[in-house]
């Protein structure tokens, strides 16, 4: 027995329904005790993004359609370095299943192949005892299972697959003593068992599991893009035309986009390894699908007559697909603009100072705000250079950013900034002089000579680093990791100034949060200048920002 494409959209809806459902347990899982991008939400959010494509699915989708509609939607969708790993799993699972109607055994265990090397080669230095090691064991065991049993049905090897993952779950304390430490699993690997299960309740033919909300409907997600609403001034085209290309060997992107630029206006074209996204206004969208079949198979094909929509429909705009980044509109590249920056940030103080230093669009996120790739993508759309180089500025951020390299229509650089410091400083060190390869290297290396002190509150009981930490008490983070824990404030600011200077240190700032008040900013300020050293420069900051009580940077 196989699995057919409604099965499979269902299975995935379920997923996704399974993981919203139990988000919060597996938020609890996170062993870091600061107030986070936290696993279980983020990997809630990136299904999500899976579910809402796949509603719009008919029954009689393909199942390597339906995978590919899966992949693509959870790539721009993905969220926090859970999510992303989450999206090449499944992006290697859909290139697995390319062509097929059904799915058997054999392919599933293919295709689960293909996807733990994608995620496997996409991490720098993969850690064993996460999200990694369920999906690489549960897909070994679906291999063995193959090779022992060549008739097993798919469902039931879909079974062996979810009890396997169970199992290594149970062992990832083994793997990561911080884990044992804590006395919990994996978050990540508990999140992906989820979603595996989620899928398995559909495979097995139980149903898709209900959702904690009201479930939503095929119908709502239809206006993708508000044409009337996205539209300013002069209506130069009637239809607002989309459609995916799922791309096969003729595929051309670049050919593709200048022809529709030839017929229309307000073209985005975006690609990566399957598939081609296109939206655009024109007078010929007969024409323009044509040429797009050229390609490869469409799919997703929407055409709105912008001339017939109400004039109401401008004000539902920010409801709709095309405006769900209401401050980024696209931008076509500007031919004497050579560089232009994205970063992420919260607060207005913070975003201010970004702005001042020469970013373009700064994405509203950090700890516990990670923004999806599509929100990345859409500000660099709205960069007009040649090449953007994008500060994530949250080790939480920098996987989802890098996803945006090959789904972008101009030249993107991701510097791995970890902290608001770090990106500030890279900010500081670019040279319209140099090229984009010399201002990257010298802008890394700015960022790598900042030391970050963060300090927040405990979201939650934890032993971290050997630190048994209580729920509210404060946090002193020193480059990111737990230095020490306080009653005060105030107190915690100055140990940590304290600790973060050394001989050779010049400069140090303070970037005040948004829940200090500003006469307690005042006493904190005084305190530390009182016991300077005569050669630090001290510079005070309202940043505003959410979580972090203080920022300080150190150079």
Same mark, same amino acid.
Request: charged share 25%.
């Given at each position: ?5 409604? +099965? ?108 733990? =090397? ?18 690489? =064991? ?32 149970? /062992? &990832? ?6 884990? #044992? ?8 690997? /508990? ?51 989309? %459609? ?16 529709? =630029? ?51 429909? #401008?004000?539902?705009? &920010? ?21 232009? %920056? ?100 010298? +802008? ?19 032993? %971290? ?60 300020? =005084? ?29």
């Amino acid at each position: 027995m196989g699995i057919n494409g409604s +099965m499979l959209r269902d299975g995935f809806v379920s997923a996704a329904n399974n993981i919203t459902n139990q988000r919060k347990a597996v938020d609890a899982l996170n062993v870091f005790p600061i107030p986070d991008g936290d696993t279980g939400t983020n990997m809630s959010m990136t299904m999500n993004a899976a579910r809402r494509e796949l509603l719009l699915l008919n029954d009689d989708t393909p199942a390597g359609e339906v995978a590919q509609a899966a992949a693509s939607a959870l790539l721009r969708g993905a969220r926090g370095n859970s999510g992303v790993i989450l999206s090449l799993l499944f992006r290697g699972f859909a290139k697995g299943l390319q062509h097929k109607r059904t799915v058997e055994a054999a392919d599933l265990c293919r295709s689960l192949e293909t996807g733990v =090397e994608m995620a496997y080669k996409a991490v720098m230095k993969p850690t064993e005892g996460t999200i990694l090691t369920v999906a690489r =064991e549960s897909m070994a065991a679906a291999k063995e299972t193959v090779e022992r049993t060549p008739g097993i049905a798919a469902p039931a090897l879909w079974d062996v697959v979810c009890r396997e993952a169970a199992r290594s779950l149970e /062992r &990832t304390p083994d793997m990561l003593p911080v884990l #044992k430490r804590a006395g919990v699993v994996d978050a990540g690997g /508990r999140g992906l068992l989820l979603i595996y299960q989620g899928l398995a309740h559909v495979f097995r033919g139980v149903g898709v599991i209900s959702g904690d909300r009201q479930p939503v409907q095929a119908e709502d997600h239809h206006q993708e893009h508000n044409a009337a609403g996205e539209s300013e001034g002069e209506i130069n085209f009637t239809y607002c035309t989309e %459609f995916i290309v799922v791309k096969d060997k003729r595929a051309n992107a670049l050919s593709l986009r200048a022809y529709l =630029e030839s017929i229309g206006d307000c073209v985005v074209c975006v690609e990566d390894d399957d598939i081609i996204k296109c939206h655009f206004h024109t007078d010929n969208p007969g024409d323009a699908l044509q040429k797009g079949l050229e390609s490869g198979a469409l799919i997703s094909i929407k055409v709105d007559n912008m001339r017939e929509q109400h004039s109401a429909q #401008k004000r539902a705009a &920010t409801t709709a697909k095309g405006a769900d980044h209401p401050e980024f509109s696209y931008r076509e590249v500007d031919g004497t603009q050579e560089f232009g %920056f994205v970063a992420v940030a919260a607060g207005d103080g913070v975003k201010g100072l970004f702005g001042e230093l020469g970013v373009d669009n700064v994405v509203n996120g950090g700890q516990s705000m990670n923004p999806s790739t599509e929100d990345i993508l859409a500000a660099i759309h709205a960069t007009p250079a040649k090449n953007v180089i994008v500060l994530p500025n949250n080790k939480n951020i920098i996987m989802a950013a890098e996803q945006t390299i090959k789904l972008a229509d101009r030249g993107v650089y991701v510097l791995p900034t970890k902290t608001i410091p770090q990106g500030l400083s890279a900010m500081l060190a670019f040279d319209a002089g140099l090229d984009v390869e010399e201002n990257r290297m010298a +802008m890394i290396r700015a960022s790598e000579r900042v030391s970050t002190g963060q300090v927040t509150f405990a979201a939650r009981d934890s032993s %971290f680093d050997g630190h048994k930490i209580h729920k509210g008490e404060i946090l002193a983070l020193e480059n990111g990791k737990v230095a020490f824990v306080e009653k005060e404030i105030g107190r915690a600011v100055y140990r940590l100034a304290k600790s973060l200077l050394k001989k050779d240190s010049a400069f140090l700032t303070l970037i005040v949060g948004e829940d200090v008040a500003e006469d307690d900013a005042m006493d904190v300020e =005084e305190m530390i200048r009182a016991k300077l050293p005569s050669q630090v420069e001290m510079t005070v900051i309202r940043g505003d920002q959410p979580v972090y009580y203080y920022i300080l940077s150190v150079e």
